[in-house]
Each structure stands twice: as structure tokens, then as C-alpha cells.
Nanobody, 113 residues
Framework: QVQVAESGGGLVQPGGSLRLSCVAS???????VDWWRQAPGGPRDLVAR???????NLASFAKGRFTISRRNAEATVYLQMNNLRPDDTAVYYC????????WGQGTQVTVAA
């Protein structure tokens, strides 16, 4: 089983940027990795996905503002978020998956003036 830890969340003003990190306990080269988010009272939504071959999928709200990248040698996946808006406020979760899901505990992102 893979242990997953997110970091990099915090409070940022609208228009600001954050970079979230997802660090796994072992090699991630054979795993796909997602970033999801969940706002209070809302569903958990897929934000971005990066597959083992490097293919990327971004949610429509993330296109043009967020990028996802992976460094397999460091067992880390990043989510760079630019031009943040108040409706980006949520807990952001990383999921490292292949046949099974391995979720982290999440990191809070708050966008407010």
C-alpha cells in the first residue's frame, strides 16, 4: 500500500498562486495520480490527472490556470495553481492509483481577500 501526503495549501488572495505537492512513500512510476478537491458541503471533484505515460487531463475549470506535473524519481506530483479564485477554496486531495486507490489526508486551500 502506498502512503500519500499532500502539502502546500494555505490562504491566498484572489489572483494568487499556490503549488501543491503530493509525496508518495514509494516509487510512483507505475501509478496514475489525480488531484481532487472538495468544497464544504459539496462533492469531491476531479481537478487534474496525470497517467503513467505522462498524459494529462484537466477539469474545465482548471484549464488555463492549473498544471499538473510529476517527478517519478522524487515520488512527487505537483499541482501548480495560478490565478486562484474564491470558488477554488476547498480541501485538495491526492490519489495515487493503479488497481486500488491510495488517498492522502488533504490540504486546505482558501482563496480570500
Amino acid at each position: 500500500q502506498v502512503q500519500v501526503a499532500e502539502s502546500g495549501g494555505g490562504l491566498v488572495q484572489p489572483g494568487g498562486s499556490l503549488r501543491l505537492s503530493c509525496v508518495a512513500s514509494g516509487s510512483i512510476s507505475m501509478y496514475n495520480v489525480d488531484w481532487w478537491r472538495q468544497a464544504p458541503g459539496g462533492p469531491r471533484d476531479l481537478v487534474a490527472r496525470i497517467l503513467t505515460d505522462g498524459s494529462i487531463n484537466l477539469a474545465s475549470f482548471a484549464k488555463g490556470r492549473f498544471t499538473i506535473s510529476r517527478r517519478n524519481a522524487e515520488a512527487t506530483v505537483y499541482l501548480q495553481m495560478n490565478n486562484l479564485r474564491p470558488d477554488d477554496t476547498a480541501v485538495y486531495y491526492c490519489n495515487v492509483w493503479q488497481r486500488e486507490n491510495n488517498w492522502g489526508q488533504g490540504t486546505q486551500v482558501t482563496v480570500a481577500a
